[in-house]
Structures are given as structure tokens and as C-alpha cells.
């Protein structure tokens, strides 16, 4: 049980998702859909995390329970204690999914995942050849047969760029899967350190158009 959790928490949880979230909860607007569904997910995660490791670390988990946001624990459904929360049951705590966007949804993640490993590999090499100094730098080209694409185009751009955290990705047709990389021709932006366009929202003429509107957000405005 211990290894199967740590294996979830160190080679999916940190390595993988919170990997790619770092930059929505960073630079997002505080309100925005995209950082409250990750915060949210978050929230699930840690209410699965903190029942079932309450029999290997009780005084911790205890305390994180009793650290929760206040309006949580005053909530009516958040118990006195963890020992009380009762546990996880498979699919109760799994937020909903769109209709139709299941279908086949752990095939696609494998094929997504098994390309994330691969442009992992390639950013390293073009890392070390100094093509690029970090991976936001980088404009990817994957090459891949037909069936392939067609699993990963289920997926936007902006969905592999938050992922491999990458400036912009392509898809083209081939034979066998095969990755190029090449710098951004973009800006740097100075907010979110992505190379993007800048200039979007003529309010932040010096961010890219994301971090204008975030700035709009929380009424940031240049003296």
C-alpha cells in the first residue's frame, strides 16, 4: 500500500500533474475556470490522500485535517475528525465527466502520456545539444501514423503546450512516431515566463494576452 501510493504521489501526482499545473494556478486569474477546476481536483486529491493514508500517518493526517480552509471545516459533511470521514469509495469523489468525453478517455491518456515520455526525452537532448535552455522555449513537431494522431487530436494545442509545458506543438503525418524540436521565435512573456505572443490586451501591451486579462482580473492596472 505505502509503495503504491508514493508511486502515485512522486510519478504521477508531482512529476506529471502538478508538473503541468503550476503554471494555470500561477498565472491564471484567481476566478478563471481553468485555476478553479485545478483547484477543485486538487481538493479531490487531497481528500482521497488524507483518509486512505490516515492509518499510516495519523497524527499528520490528523493535523492536516484540522488545517483545512475554515470554510470546509465548518462545513456540514467535514467530520471532527479524519478518523471519522469515513473512506473513499471507488467513484465518489471523481468529478463528472462530460458525456461522451469518456469514451475511451484511459486508452487516449496512455497514448498521451506515452508522448508526453517521448517529448520529455527530446527536450532533454535538445537541452543538452543547447538548442534551448528550458522547455518553455521549445516549438514541437510530432510525427506520428495516422491512427495515432487521430487519438491525440482529441486534445488541443493548448492542451500539449500546458502539458509539456512548450511554447507551441504541431502534428503532422508519418510513418513512426518522431519528435523535432526548435526554439520559439516568440517573445518572452515576464509574467508567466511562456514565449507567446505579447500585446493581446492593449491594457498590458508588455504581457502576453493571458496574463493581460489576469492583470484586467484583479484590477492591475500601470501607472
Known amino acids: 500500500v505505502y509503495r503504491l501510493i508514493y508511486d502515485y504521489i512522486v510519478g504521477d501526482l508531482s512529476a506529471v500533474y502538478m508538473d503541468a499545473l503550476k503554471d494555470r494556478l500561477y498565472s491564471e486569474a484567481p476566478d478563471s475556470t481553468a485555476r478553479r477546476s485545478a ?3 486538487l481538493k479531490v486529491i487531497l481528500d482521497v490522500l488524507v483518509r486512505i493514508l490516515s492509518p499510516i500517518i495519523s497524527f ?3 493535523e492536516v485535517w484540522q488545517n ?7 462545513s456540514a459533511d467535514h467530520a471532527e475528525s479524519v478518523q471519522l470521514a469515513g473512506w473513499p469509495e471507488k467513484g465518489a469523489m471523481v468529478p463528472a465527466v462530460p458525456e461522451g468525453a469518456a469514451e475511451n478517455l484511459e486508452q487516449r491518456f496512455e497514448h498521451i502520456l506515452a508522448l508526453r515520455d517521448e517529448v520529455t526525452k527530446a527536450l532533454e537532448d535538445a537541452r543538452v545539444n543547447k538548442e534551448i535552455n528550458k522547455s518553455q522555449e521549445a516549438v514541437v513537431t510530432v510525427s506520428a501514423p495516422a491512427a495515432l494522431l487521430e487519438a491525440l487530436a482529441q486534445q ?6 500546458e502539458l509539456l509545458i512548450v511554447s507551441g506543438i504541431e502534428f503532422e503525418q ?10 520559439s521565435t516568440k517573445d518572452k512573456c515576464p509574467r508567466c515566463w511562456n514565449y507567446r505572443d505579447l500585446g493581446g490586451n492593449a491594457n498590458h501591451p508588455d504581457v502576453c494576452q493571458r496574463c493581460g486579462d489576469a492583470l484586467d482580473a484583479i484590477g492591475f492596472t500601470q501607472e
Open 60 to 62: 499528520t493526517t490528523e
Open 68 to 74: 483545512y480552509p475554515s470554510a470546509f471545516r465548518e
Open 156 to 161: 488541443d494545442s493548448a492542451f500539449y503546450e
Open 174 to 183: 508519418g510513418d513512426a512516431l518522431e519528435i523535432s524540436i526548435v526554439p
Open 39 to 41: 483547484q477543485t481536483v
